[in-house]
């Protein structure tokens, strides 16, 4: 069954920064960030397009207003003779639930089972959903370019974020990424908002996607021999291409909550009818060795 009318659930962005309020946020999100039901959206237009570093294929990405919001779309990595193909979209909602439960802040996206139409070819698949992510009013820049209109002379990307007083959420990201095997932080996946006041801001940490398993898609035997905690390069803004040096950068150790055992049920629940048990577990794997590792390192901090 197709359904046509998809109700949005409405959220604010910046609900999560208090880690209470977020935890309260994510018990209800938890319930509606995947929607099983096929939703036909073959009236999107996907000519925006993203060809991203690690992968063969596109991102393809679509945009549209309703109901006074404006809404993104994403799909996983699309080519004309495969079509839509690899896990990002899952990876996006994984990633979420892991920032919710560290607490912190980031854009929320919805895995949606739906519709679409390509180049005049339906394809069934999963795709993600979110909403703008700005206060009225605020407007934005890619941090690539908002260092090239204020560095100083040879001031890094970081130290520039440590002059703005962005230290906290910086250290906080290169955590995320080391955390998922982010491939793919370069300089547009970091944002700064300002308001008509002047007053700046990073944007919540968005596109997650490029992470995990994401390179290795269809190639079951290396996603099976994958090893959790390989320093894979990545193509970072900030820092180096290595993950793992990344976190060598942080002066300070930035306060998030922690991972648990009970923390793989709550990161996987409702995926297994969309990505089979072996990739699951070794997402899983991923998550765990990784935050043990990141807990030593902070003991020898």
């Known amino acids: ?16 920064i208090d880690n209470i309020s977020n935890m309260i946020y994510y018990q209800f999100m ?3 960030d995947i929607d099983n039901r096929i939703h036909d959206y073959r009236h999107l237009d996907w000519t925006e397009s993203a060809v991203t570093s690690g992968t063969s294929g596109s991102l393809l990405k679509a945009r549209e207003d309703r109901n006074k919001t404006r809404y993104y779309y994403k799909l996983s990595s699309y080519d004309p003779y495969r079509g839509i193909y690899g896990s990002e979209c899952v990876n996006e909602i994984v990633a ?5 439960i560290l607490g912190i802040e980031h854009l929320q996206y919805k895995l949606i089972r739906a519709l679409v139409s390509i180049g005049g070819k339906e394809h069934e698949t999963w795709m993600c959903r979110s909403e703008n992510y700005r206060m009225f009013g605020e407007r ?20 520039l974020c440590i002059r703005f007083g962005w230290k906290n959420t910086i250290y906080k990201m290169i955590l995320v ?11 547009a996946n970091i944002e700064v908002l300002r308001d008509v006041q002047g007053n700046m801001r990073l944007a ?15 190639r079951d035997d290396r996603i099976k021999s994958f090893d959790p905690m390989d320093d894979v390069p990545a193509n970072n803004f900030i820092g180096t291409r290595s993950l793992e040096h990344n976190l060598q950068l942080m ?21 297994d009818d969309i990505l089979p048990d072996y990739y699951l577990e070794k997402i899983w794997q991923i998550i765990w060795n990784r935050w043990k590792h990141y807990e030593d390192f902070c003991y020898k901090k």
Do not use: W
């Open 204 to 218: 919540p940490l968005f596109d997650n996607g490029l992470s995990f398993l994401a390179p290795l898609a269809g």
């Open 96 to 100: 979420c639930r892991l920032m919710n």
């Open 1 to 16: 069954m197709i359904v046509c009318d998809d109700t949005p659930i409405r959220q604010d962005s910046r609900a999560v």
């Open 177 to 187: 990424d080391y955390l998922i095997i982010n491939r793919d932080r370069h300089g």
């Open 251 to 271: 002066e300070d150790i930035p306060l998030v909550d922690p991972i648990t055992l009970d923390s793989k049920e709550t990161l996987l629940e409702g995926l």
């Open 140 to 159: 934005k820049i890619a941090l690539d370019n908002f260092y090239e209109m204020n560095r100083k002379e040879g001031e890094s990307p970081l130290d």
């Open 30 to 32: 938890k319930i509606y």
